[in-house]
């Protein structure tokens, strides 16, 4: 089983923010991005469909398809003219021949961390999204390009594929973003399973 996570767990390091410095911590608060958002539209959502599943993206995230070995992805707008690194959420799937998303995990985990430089696994749970499909739920950090990230992956598996919904953003900032990334991974349905 390929280790799909890996490169799209890791690319928004290189791809959106590089060596970039971004601003202090308490700059970026949980109340600042909620006005951020407020500011440029009302609360609405972007449901995205792929061809076995539907997930809903945050409506002021610019959202790319086909991308980087992503199916799909949501990248943050920047939160002030210093932000130089976009929070993202991505989903990717692949055909899995394991028993479950248990399974699915313990088959990624490995790969996870000989690939991350300085992986550092924080918690992994198990639990039931709130459309009804049991989950892996992975969070981590690790470092690439100069800089660290947190991460939040969770993994779900049906039917003989299998799904990962990867949030990413810098660890100083991971708490302000949790809430917004918990809403995609609790949207995630899988069609015609």
């Known amino acids: 089983m390929k280790a799909i996570s890996l490169v799209t767990l890791f690319f928004a390091l290189c791809a959106c923010g590089g060596n970039s410095v971004r601003p202090e911590p308490d700059l970026v608060t949980k109340q600042s ?9 009302p609360p609405t959502l972007v449901v995205t469909k792929g061809e076995n599943y539907e997930v809903t993206y945050p409506y002021n995230w610019e959202i790319l398809r086909d991308y980087y070995g992503t199916d799909s992805m949501a990248i943050s707008l920047p939160e002030n003219d210093a932000d ?11 055909k899995a021949a394991v028993k479950d998303h248990k399974a ?7 790969s996870m961390k000989t690939q991350l430089k300085n992986f550092s696994l924080v918690s992994v749970v198990s639990g039931v999204s709130e459309t009804g ?8 950090t690790h470092e690439g390009a100069g800089v660290s990230a947190k991460n939040r992956a969770v ?31 609790q949207s995630f349905t899988i069609l015609n399973p």
């Open 33 to 41: 991005v909620k006005e951020a958002e407020k500011k440029i539209q």
């Open 104 to 110: 699915y995990y313990n088959a990624n985990l490995p």
């Open 155 to 185: 993994f779900f598996h049906q039917n003989g594929v299998g799904f990962v919904i990867t949030s990413t953003s810098r660890p100083e900032t991971f708490d302000n973003y949790y809430d917004t990334f918990d809403r995609v991974v």
């Open 133 to 140: 499909l049991p989950f892996t739920d992975l969070i981590y």
């Open 84 to 94: 130089n690194f976009r929070e993202n959420v991505n989903l990717v799937f692949e």
